[in-house]
């Protein structure tokens, strides 16, 4: 029973437009939510949060939008480049549980240049 | 800056085999995770470590065990490796438990189980 859940495997989007990942999640004790880039061959890589207690939050290109009551959270990356090619995966952490880490299971993001 | 080794970058292991994953972060993190990636799964934590000589069980601990005798140093063993344990091991560090706080990743091992 995945408590993240990425239901698009891969994203196609041209250089200089929206980059716009979903994410779905069940577990209403998540106290955060978190996205991480991965390069293949590379660690996954922190890229930004939220707590559950916001609905946007906003770093550079990069903007998470957080809606509890859909349980459904998006990461916007705008503009889109090149470099941001990689896979995007969402997490949950509930302070209840450890601060464990439920990762769904990732987006792979392709820009176009 | 954070910096998070894996021992091998790849590895191949025969079926029965006893494996070892060894991880060493330099930061003086308090915690430390071991996950398995597999394609449509996601990340999956094996065993977490929040102190030395700590350990506790993840989502799928089952044919894994793990040893955190130094603060740096959290290591993984498959007691006898089998097929489905054929992924890719990821292993991060973070400085607390407290939700917001960043995991730093090493760069992963792929091991494969013949």
């Known amino acids: 029973d995945q408590q993240v859940k990425q239901n698009s495997p891969s994203l196609s989007v041209q250089e200089g437009r929206i980059s716009i990942l979903n994410c779905d999640y069940t577990?209403?004790?998540?106290?955060?939510f978190l996205w991480y880039k991965k390069y293949p061959a590379e660690g996954p890589t922190f890229l930004i949060s939220?707590?559950?207690?916001?609905d946007k939050n906003e770093d550079g290109r990069f903007t998470v939008f957080l809606n509890k009551s859909a349980k459904h959270l998006s990461l916007h990356i705008v503009p889109s480049q090149p470099g941001d090619s990689a896979v995007y995966f969402c997490?949950?952490?509930?302070?209840?549980?450890?601060?464990?880490?439920?990762f769904g299971p990732g987006t792979s993001l392709s820009v176009i240049p | 800056d954070v910096k998070v080794t894996q021992s091998s970058r790849y590895l191949v292991k025969r079926t029965g085999e006893k494996v070892f994953l060894e991880c060493v972060q330099d930061?003086?993190?308090?915690?430390m995770f071991w996950y398995r990636q597999d394609p449509g799964l996601g990340l999956r934590l094996i065993y977490f470590?929040?102190?030395?000589?700590?350990?506790e069980k993840g989502d799928i601990p089952e044919g894994y065990s793990v040893s955190r005798e130094k603060k740096e140093r959290f290591s993984l063993i498959l007691e006898s490796a089998s097929t489905n344990q054929t992924s890719m091991y990821l292993c991060?560090?973070?400085?607390?438990?407290?939700?917001?706080?960043?995991?730093?990743f090493g760069p992963g091992t792929r091991l494969t189980v013949l």
């Open positions: 991060a560090s973070s400085l607390g438990l407290a939700g917001n706080n960043e995991q730093f």
């Open positions: 930061m003086d993190h308090e915690n």
């Open positions: 577990n209403s004790m998540f106290d955060y």
């Open positions: 939220i707590s559950s207690i916001k």
């Open positions: 470590s929040y102190d030395v000589k700590m350990k």
């Open positions: 997490a949950g952490v509930a302070k209840t549980s450890y601060d464990k880490v439920i």
